[in-house]
């Protein structure tokens, strides 16, 4: 039973009327200068005839069967002595990848740079066997637009990773597709490339009070994903001062800072009071200065110190609300300050803390089961005779008559 | 002496050629005249020069001055001197350089050798030379002459000289105010003219004391698949299909035309060759001058001759 693996090329056969017209136009426009045309006075004339719509140039018939024949050969005739079921492709059963012959893409990560923050640095690792492997290039796209083109280096051995740094993401909403992949795939397909959601890293637009004391400023701009800029709808609204909280004017989740307070420092830490899977990797020592708002607004706490609540997290739209005084130097001063306003950022948008990773990677089983598939289509093809050879010796010595003739006809 | 650089189609024309082909003219030619006799030569260029050829009767109406009296007793009749005509000795050689004579490679610069080969030769015999130039009208010509320096002037005319690149036809009849009575033209052209150029040749025949003429022609240009043919010289056009039908009526044309000039020739009496490019010019240039019956003045042998040029060929 004859069958082909690509019929799509087949559509090229469509292109048969279009070959013919050109042929058939390029006459009128080819101008032979000839040193006495009475000469071929006997000759029909095409115009006078109707001749010349009638017929293009012979050569079309010649080329258009070169057209056929390797429309044919690229569409992929094979032979199947029986259909084939699923159980002619077979895998091993060890559950290993086959690295050797394949290589792959196998993680994708960013995170903020360490140097710059308004940078992102990407790192690209691959897998496989590269000394095994033909020549492959790594291609790195943002939304599309390429940003690196590198060849793998075939001395890598087993691994091989490429670094680079991007600019972060700012605009909101906007698409942030990274895309890393591997150029001429090979036996999977799948795991050639991988897609990182850049979201998680944007830069926020934030609106920040003038009146937050500038220990919060600095702590703020460390992180490097803070825009100060006056959009019009900010993601974020940070508002310092007063005893009580503000209203929520907009959309946005409100971080409110209660003024600074002029009571005693404790001298026990203060308790989170979160699940362990939302807690802060960082612990505020003693010696903080709490301010107690009158009447206490509601919602849950999150943060706790002698009985009193410190950090209070409100519903839609969110609300966080600090009575600690960020103000006093004792805690302006140590690490933890630019920690917890990311942890409280983090909270209220989503979006990762400081020194966020977002990270891309194919899982063992899902290159085995991409595997799985090419093979199979591999195994599927060499079980069928392959006769793509029948129109390409043909279509062979046409292009060599062709290239022979300059073009012209052969029975001159 | 002769130097007109490589890259002109004279370059092949050197002097130690020219010298060879001078010298097997001469002696092949055994002292006959290099021009054409026949049964209709003129009787009266004949008359008018001043070497004596040989007695011929007293027709009424000649000169009695011409009388050889001493002849006369002789042979008891009145017989009269002849003489060879110093305007036969004029050799004008017209060159085609019409747009159709560069249509095919090799045609022009076959043309231009020989008519350098021929403005040598018979300067060696004696004889004077000039060349002129020709498409619709008389394009240029030389001053005429025996001398070297009259054919480095002709040589440098040719040099010089180019076919048209377009527009012009074959019109030889444009060189008539050049020909006298009594000179010999001797004509180089493609002969590409619906009337076979046999009119324009029957009229430079009857105004000068001879011609002759070599047709160079080249291949027909190959049209492959529909085309548009341009005619190089008159511009008009012609949308043909280039396949075996079109091209065999082309060639069969050809052959009516040339079939026409050759009977054309013959009824003239225009001693006619034939060269394609790629010939040499001076093997041309032997076939044509000795192939040709030329009989000497008088009862001359012309067998000798025609031998000698077949042991060349």
Redesign the interface.
């Known amino acids: 039973m004859i069958g082909a693996t690509a019929p799509a090329w087949l559509l090229g056969l469509l292109l048969f009327p279009l070959l013919r017209e050109l ?2 136009r ?22 006078r005839s109707g ?2 719509r009638a ?5 079309w018939r010649r080329r258009a069967l070169l057209l056929g024949l390797l429309l044919l050969a690229l569409a992929g005739p094979v032979w199947r002595a029986q259909p084939l079921g699923p159980s002619m492709a077979m895998m091993p059963r060890s559950g290993a990848l086959p690295e050797d012959v394949n290589l792959a893409v196998a993680a994708l990560s960013a995170r903020p740079a360490l140097i710059r923050p308004e940078m992102l640095a990407v790192r690209v690792t691959l897998s496989g066997d590269f000394s095994a492997a033909g020549p492959r290039m790594l291609q790195v796209r943002l939304d599309g637009r390429e940003l690196l083109r590198q060849a793998v280096d075939r001395e890598a051995g087993k691994s091989w990773a490429a670094v680079l740094e991007i600019p972060r993401p700012m605009e909101d909403g906007a698409a942030a597709a990274l895309q890393a992949r591997l150029l001429f795939a090979d036996t999977g397909s799948m795991d050639d490339r991988l897609t990182l959601d850049l979201g998680p890293l944007r830069r926020l637009s934030v609106r920040l009070d003038p009146r937050c004391a500038d220990p919060m400023r600095a702590a703020l701009e460390a992180t490097g994903r803070i825009d100060q800029g006056l959009a019009a709808a900010p993601e974020l609204q940070i508002r310092c001062g007063g005893s009580s909280p503000p209203s929520s004017a907009g959309g946005a989740p409100l971080l409110w800072f209660a003024a600074p307070a002029e009571g005693a420092r404790s001298v026990t830490p203060p308790l989170w009071t979160v699940p362990d899977a939302e807690r802060p990797g960082f612990e505020i020592g003693p010696g903080w200065r709490a301010v107690s708002p009158n009447p206490m607004p509601p919602g849950d706490v999150l943060l706790i110190g002698n009985g009193q609540p410190l950090i209070i997290a409100q519903g839609e739209p969110k609300r966080l609300l600090v009575l600690l005084d960020i103000a006093d130097p004792q805690l302006a001063a140590g690490a933890e300050l630019p920690l917890l306003l990311d942890w409280l950022i983090a909270r209220l948008t989503g979006t990762l803390a400081t020194d966020g990773v977002v990270a891309a990677s194919l899982t063992a089983a899902e290159r085995m089961q991409d595997l799985e598939r090419s093979s199979a289509a591999l195994m599927t093809r060499r079980s069928a005779l392959d006769l793509a050879f029948i129109p390409l010796l043909p279509a062979l010595i046409l292009a060599m008559l062709e290239a022979i003739t300059g073009g ?2 052969w ?2 | 002496m002769i130097n007109s650089g490589p890259a002109t189609p004279l370059a092949a024309v050197d002097a130690q050629r020219l010298r060879r082909l001078a010298s097997f003219v001469v002696s092949l030619l055994a002292g006959r005249p290099l021009h054409h006799g026949g049964p209709l030569h003129d009787l009266r260029p004949a008359a008018s020069g001043l070497e004596f050829i040989d007695h011929r009767d007293f027709i009424a109406g000649d000169d009695p001055r011409g009388i050889d009296w001493r002849a006369s007793a002789r042979r008891r009749q009145p017989l009269v001197r002849r003489y060879r005509d110093e305007r036969a000795s004029d050799w004008l050689i017209l060159l085609d350089r019409s ?2 004579m560069d ?2 490679a090799g045609v022009w610069s076959l043309a231009v050798q020989l008519a350098a080969g021929l403005a040598f030769v018979p300067m060696q015999l004696g004889h004077r030379t000039l060349v002129a130039l020709f498409s619709d009208r008389l394009d240029a010509w030389s001053s005429i002459g025996r001398s070297e320096t009259a054919y480095l002037a002709q040589r440098r005319l040719l040099a010089t000289a180019m076919a048209r690149q377009c527009g012009g036809a074959s019109r030889p009849e444009a060189a008539l105010p050049l020909t006298e009575r009594g000179s010999r033209v001797l004509l180089i052209s ?1 002969g ?3 009337d076979a150029m046999v009119p324009a040749l029957a009229r430079l025949r009857s105004a000068a004391g001879g011609l002759e003429m070599i047709q160079v022609q ?1 291949p ?15 511009g ?11 091209r065999a ?2 060639v ?3 052959t009516e ?1 040339d079939a026409a000039l050759t009977e054309g020739c013959r009824r003239l009496r225009v001693p006619l060759s034939r060269a394609r490019p790629g010939d040499d010019w001076d093997r041309v240039l032997l076939r044509h001058l000795l192939r040709h019956p030329r009989p000497a003045v008088g009862n001359g042998d012309v067998s000798l001759a025609q031998e000698r040029a077949r042991a060349v060929q």
Request: no cysteine.
């Open positions: 042929h058939r390029r006459g009128s426009q080819l101008r032979i200068p000839v040193p006495a045309l009475f000469l071929w006075r006997g000759a029909p004339s095409m115009e001749y010349r017929r293009p140039d012979p050569i012209r006809r029975s001159r | 747009a159709s249509a095919s493609d590409l003219r619906q080249g027909l240009p190959e049209l492959d698949g529909p085309v548009t043919a341009v005619d190089i010289e008159n008009s056009e012609r949308v043909l299909m280039g396949d075996t039908a079109t009526e082309a069969k044309a050809r035309l």
